[in-house]
């Protein structure tokens, strides 16, 4: 089920594992002014998913946040395939066998833009993550330029965690920051990010920080 962290944004949370690491996943539903979704992050594809979805309503956009969150958007893109699907320009070198209606970049799409704003954090070709935020509810939707994890059952997760002064708190990892390769490009783009007023910041993994976002996302993006 989707839980409702704020009007109009739904998060849907799950377990994920990369390898040793236990990091949990999250897909977040926004909804748009003519009542349709907009799902970042797509999960795993499931019957589950599917009708939790479909509770909320018929979904619009199937968004791919950077060029990692992509492996279950081909299902989905099938499951919907009214829906449009919207990623950063290297997934279709990476992906070309997915289909992709929207490029995304530092503009919002006119079906999004009165509710969401987004920036294409440059300097980081690997990743080539957006950052979103939803203005009404003052909600800022993170991929994997941070985690904000304070608990697993993997001591190895916490270990790592721990090492990389990223345990219990909103922070990059030490892999995230050698994704880095133009810090000037970087710098520039996180100062639009900065200027928004967060309240809540929405992970894809780890737990919602539902207050005081601003300051953890300061300090979370000055560790980049």
Sequence with gaps: MFRQVAE????FTVQFQMGVMDLGGRMTAVRLPDGGLWLHSPVRFSPEARAAVDALGPVRFLVAPNL???VSLGDWAEAYPDAKVAAPAGLRRKRSDL???VTLGDTAEAAWAPVLEQVFVQGMPKL???LFFHRPSRTLLVTDLAF???QTGSWFTRLYLKMNRAWQRLSPTLLT???VKDR???RASLARVLAWDVERVVVCHGDVLEQGGQEAVRD???RL
């Design 128 to 130: 080539d993550e957006l």
């Design 68 to 70: 990692m969150h992509h």
């Design 8 to 11: 109009g944004v739904y998060v």
């Design 148 to 150: 904000n994890i304070h």
């Design 220 to 222: 979370a993006l000055a």
């Design 177 to 179: 920051r050698s994704l």
């Design 99 to 101: 289909r992709i209606d």
């Design 184 to 186: 000037e490009a970087l």
